[in-house]
């Protein structure tokens, strides 16, 4: 193929496009092999002799290209030595990626998550046969992607380079994957699959995605910098944080609370005069986590000023009169966004952002002392939210703990250790019943231990006998079936057979004990 021939080409379209009575049909160069092809054409309607011509021209270009020269073959996958799972196992996930569309929205919901965290637990590796849909999987579930990537491992990677839709695999932070060596992704450099041009290839990629990658593509690149370095990460972002739109500085900003320390002090403290809100309510926020921060003493400093000890058991509390230039600085709204009154507004926005350690030197006293202390009442809600705000921005276990039951549990129990969190959930469940235990639960990590499936199975017994509304408790059960013990399906048997089996509630029942059955099958296919 040669460039007349492309030239040709063109004439021949934009001929074609304005019509031949505008337009004389192209001429082609004579003593060519196309011109000889062509003297052949006897037509004599331009339209016609146009048509023939371009069919011509189009087989002369097709057969005249030159094939490209050999691919460099790409470089072979490194080893993963962790054993394949069992066949039944594998035939087990063949069913669940393949399910029809109701069955398998299901399936994924239900039992593929504990298929995935099963199999990582016992250090198999995920299938070759069912890599590309597993892939796929993860790609539109994306709750599921650091376990497949584990499962997945270098096969997986080198997979994941060959189609774009799957590039989220490349992406999945090494912390996420820290524990399993061999799907690691410097597994794959360790074991020289690419050698030290795959490692300068890798890091020209990762400057390319930075420089002209879509946003979802850029913030995924700095997210897993900021795991491996979290230096280089703040130092990529400042390169081209004035260049960046104010709602994507303000997600970038949102990056920087994984390894935050006082090495990104001066960055976040510059951040606060940015002209974006949103920005400079992220950099506030992040600043206030750090208790040696400047903005954390200034805070601290405001709600000395507001909140002091007043004997035994008592607060007085003086809330600042105007919301001045400098607090305005340090991400307090001039005015509540929910109609508050503007002085407890300032005021739990300032008891929100002081470092927690501050009260204990202001009362002198532990923080379940401190809250049984008499609060103004004007001023107690503001207050007492301010304190759980903070508890749950700066992990405090201890004030998290001491908050417990006082409102706000679900932000709360967020920062306690998972059995103490489903300790305080059995006994609100036990309490006030599963009605607006929803969220509660869903805070729970599976597989429930023992005391929490005991009160949730008691409560749906209660439930049952006083035929309560069922549909209400559709959300709790379909938990209940990822999350209880498997080896609670006796008991949830023997509650389908109280129920009757024609009714709403004996069917719920069915349906759980059914559910964990298979889950228990599920895992003793691991087992072969």
């Not at 393949?98 to 399936?107: E, I, L």
């Not at 709602?247 to 005069?273: H, K, M, N």
């Not at 729970?444 to 023992?450: D, H, I, M, S």
Request: charged share 30%.
């Amino acid at each position: 193929m040669t460039a007349g021939t492309e030239a040709l080409w063109d004439d021949l379209v934009s001929t074609a496009l304005v019509g031949t009575g505008k337009r004389p049909v192209p001429g082609v160069r004579p003593g060519s092999a196309l011109g000889a092809a062509v003297d052949g054409i006897g037509r004599e309607d331009s339209a016609e002799r146009l048509l023939d011509l371009a069919a011509l021209a189009l087989v002369h270009r097709r057969s005249g290209r030159r094939p490209g020269a050999g691919a460099t073959p790409l470089p072979a996958c490194a080893p993963d030595p962790r054993p394949a799972v069992p066949e039944r196992a594998r035939g087990r996930l063949r069913v669940l990626l393949g399910s029809s569309v109701g069955d398998r929205r299901t399936a994924i919901a239900e039992l593929l998550p504990e298929w995935l965290a099963e199999a990582r637990a016992r250090g198999f590796r995920a299938p070759e046969s069912e890599l590309p849909a597993l892939l796929d999987t993860a790609r539109s579930h994306s709750e599921l992607r650091v376990d497949v990537a584990a499962l997945a491992g270098p096969r997986g990677r080198w997979l994941a380079r060959l189609n774009p839709d799957w590039a989220w695999a490349a992406r999945v932070v090494a912390a996420d994957l820290a524990e399993d060596p061999a799907s690691s992704p410097t597994a794959d450099q360790a074991d020289g699959a690419d050698g030290a041009d795959g490692v300068d290839r890798a890091d020209r990629a990762d400057e390319g995605v930075w420089r002209h990658g879509l946003f979802g593509e850029r913030l995924a690149h700095l997210s897993a910098l900021r795991q491996r370095d979290p230096a280089a990460a703040r130092d990529l972002l400042e390169r081209t944080w004035r260049e960046e739109p104010s709602e994507d500085r303000a997600q970038f900003l949102a990056v920087l609370r994984t390894g935050l320390s006082l090495d990104d002090e001066p960055f976040l403290e510059a951040a606060l005069d940015d002209r974006g809100k949103a920005v400079r309510a992220g950099a506030s926020a992040l600043l206030s986590t750090l208790p040696e921060s400047a903005l954390a003493r200034r805070m601290a400093e405001r709600a000395r000023a507001c909140v002091r000890r007043d004997g035994a058991a008592a607060v007085v509390v003086l809330p600042p009169e105007v919301c001045d230039e400098a607090m305005r600085r340090d991400g307090i709204a001039g005015a509540s966004p929910t109609g508050r009154e503007e002085r407890a507004w300032w005021l739990g926005e300032i008891v929100a952002a002081t470092p927690l350690s501050v009260w204990a030197d202001v009362f002198g006293e532990p923080p379940d002392r401190i809250l049984r202390r008499r609060l103004p009442r004007r001023w107690a809600e503001d207050i007492r939210d301010g304190w759980a705000r903070a508890a749950v921005a700066q992990e405090d276990a201890d004030w998290a703990r001491a908050q417990v039951g006082r409102g706000a549990p679900t932000r709360l129990l967020s920062v306690l250790p998972a059995d103490e969190r489903a300790v305080h959930v059995a006994a609100h469940v036990a309490e006030h019943g599963l009605s607006e235990a929803f969220q509660l639960l869903a805070g729970c990590p599976a597989v429930w231990p023992r005391v929490l499936g005991r009160a949730v199975t008691e409560a749906l017994a209660r439930a049952a006998r006083e035929s309560a509304y069922p549909w209400s408790f559709s959300g709790v059960t379909g938990l209940a079936a990822r999350s209880l013990d498997p080896a609670a399906a006796p008991e949830i048997e023997g509650l389908a057979a109280a129920a009757g089996e024609d009714g709403y509630w004996g069917k719920a029942f069915t349906d759980l004990a059914a559910t964990l059955r298979e889950r228990a099958l599920m895992r003793s296919e691991f087992e072969d």
